[in-house]
């Protein structure tokens, strides 16, 4: 299984400063649990997140700058039971985010505008975004109290203030659970839902006129349930279901449906490309592990007919997934997810940002040179330092003297820190290169 590791590149005035890659990680948490659900870049280019946090239940979001350093966090508490599951940038610069079964409308900093929320309904809001006339679109589940546990698939209408325009339950049979997980306006001002029925079983797919009239639906038993939705470029659909894509066209007929990965597999999100083609995140089990027994963020490419060009994943030895993936305005990718690898402690918000290929470093299988990720600190001296960041699984490096014959190797195990080298070696000059990298090795001197 390849593993790609994140490159954060530290400078001192002391060295001319190598090329940056265009990927990177960030991990946020505590020693609780914390699951990235959703991110968007914003039009300051960093990025907003959310998720849920646990014990607490609470929406948690995290506004972070273009590298992924956090600006600011917010955590809500709106009579939850998750949160954070969808979070998207309006116009005015502010945010929309669903917190169980409530809709929050934030300022720039986070600070709540208004909430919309059911009262006397349970069940959760799992997507919203804002429509052309500036007012906004959700679905999710509300839970029928009158009917003991059935849930129906919701779709509320707001105005940009938060009034309910209009808002209908979907159900076809009243004993059934059903719920909605994206919805998105489509190019003649109605809505096209995808959900799952059966209590995530089947594919619920809804198309709606503008005043949320249902036109048609497609009920798929075979193909598990539907996470994300998107309009094609030919007026069709695109929708992920467990671990696959259907392309389906505008009259609700499937076009050509595609399988990637394995039974355990999991695809939640994707983007369609420029090319036509889509990028979608999910989760991957690697070769001979059991499911749930390890998984890995899991980012792959196809073309407009579905057809895999490339697949990456980026996780370590436990439980990691990436949830959500957006385009960002380099051409790379930027995903949301959860972690158990590494970071704080129980799961933690991961944050993976790609480039236009899906990696995250400049290494063997990119045609230019690679960038390193460690330095040099003290060039000449009777110790010799190095300064790292983010190797998951430590610093590698080789030391050769003048004749080219290694004379030491450096290992680490923390994934971050200084280290120094020297003791026990004559003086003389000596080269260090990573020990899996073609980057040109550093030159340094050791003096008595």
Same mark, same amino acid.
């Given at each position: 299984m390849k593993r790609f590791s994140p490159v954060i590149i530290i400078f001192t005035s002391?060295?001319?400063a190598l090329p940056l890659s265009a990927g990177w990680w960030q991990t946020y948490g505590t020693e609780g649990d914390e699951i990235g659900l959703c991110v968007q870049q914003t039009s300051d280019e960093g990025y907003i997140i959310s998720g849920h946090s646990f014990p607490l239940t609470?929406?948690?979001i995290i506004k972070t700058d273009e590298q992924g350093e956090i600006e600011w966090t917010k955590n809500y508490q709106e009579k939850i039971f998750l949160g954070g599951l969808c979070i998207q940038q309006t116009s005015d610069g502010g945010y929309i985010v669903t917190v169980g079964v409530s809709l929050l409308k934030l300022d720039e900093n986070g600070d709540k505008m208004w909430v919309v929320q059911d009262e #006397?309904?349970?069940? *959760?809001?799992?997507?919203?975004?804002?429509?052309s006339d500036g007012g906004y679109i959700a679905t999710g589940m509300v839970l029928d109290l009158t009917a003991g546990d059935v849930t129906q698939l919701v779709l509320v209408r707001m105005d940009n203030q938060g009034s309910v325009k209009w808002r209908y339950a979907?159900?076809?049979?009243?004993?059934?659970?059903d719920g909605g997980s994206c919805v998105r306006e489509?190019?003649?001002g109605g809505y096209i839902v995808c959900g799952w029925r059966d209590d995530l079983e089947s594919l619920w797919l809804i198309k709606t006129d503008s005043l949320g009239h249902k036109e048609w639906d497609l009920y798929d038993t075979l193909s598990g349930w #539907?996470?994300?939705? *998107?309009?094609?470029s030919d007026g069709g659909y695109i929708v992920s279901c467990d671990y696959c894509l259907l392309k389906i066209n505008a009259e609700g007929q499937v076009q050509w449906k595609k399988e990637y990965g394995e039974g355990a597999d999991l695809v939640y999100c994707f983007v369609q490309t420029q090319d036509g083609?889509?990028?979608s995140t999910g989760a991957k089990y690697p070769a001979g592990q059991s499911a749930w027994e390890a998984r890995d963020p899991w980012l792959f490419k196809t073309d407009a007919e579905g057809n895999l060009a490339w697949e990456r994943t980026y996780g370590g030895d436990r439980q990691d997934a990436g949830y959500s993936v957006k385009h960002v305005n380099d051409g790379g990718y930027i995903v949301a997810g959860v972690t158990s690898s590494i970071g704080a402690g129980g799961d933690d918000f991961y944050l993976i940002k790609t480039d236009a290929e899906g990696l995250v470093e400049m290494d063997e299988e990119r045609d230019s040179a690679p960038a390193l990720s460690w330095k040099v600190e003290h060039v000449v001296g009777s110790q010799i330092?190095?300064?790292?960041?983010?190797?998951?699984?430590?610093?590698?490096?080789?030391?050769?003297?003048t004749s080219g014959r290694k004379v030491d190797e450096i290992r680490t195990v923390q994934p971050s820190g200084t280290v120094t080298w020297g003791k026990g070696h004559s003086p003389g000059v000596y080269f260090i290169r990573g020990a899996a990298s073609p980057a040109p090795a550093q030159k340094v001197v050791l003096v008595r």
């Open positions: 002391t060295l001319v609470g929406c948690w #006397g309904l349970a069940g *959760e809001m799992e997507w919203i975004e804002e429509t979907y159900n076809i049979y009243p004993d059934v659970k489509t190019s003649d #539907g996470s994300c939705v *998107e309009q094609a083609g889509y990028v330092v190095l300064k790292y960041a983010n190797h998951l699984n430590g610093l590698h490096t080789l030391i050769f003297d």
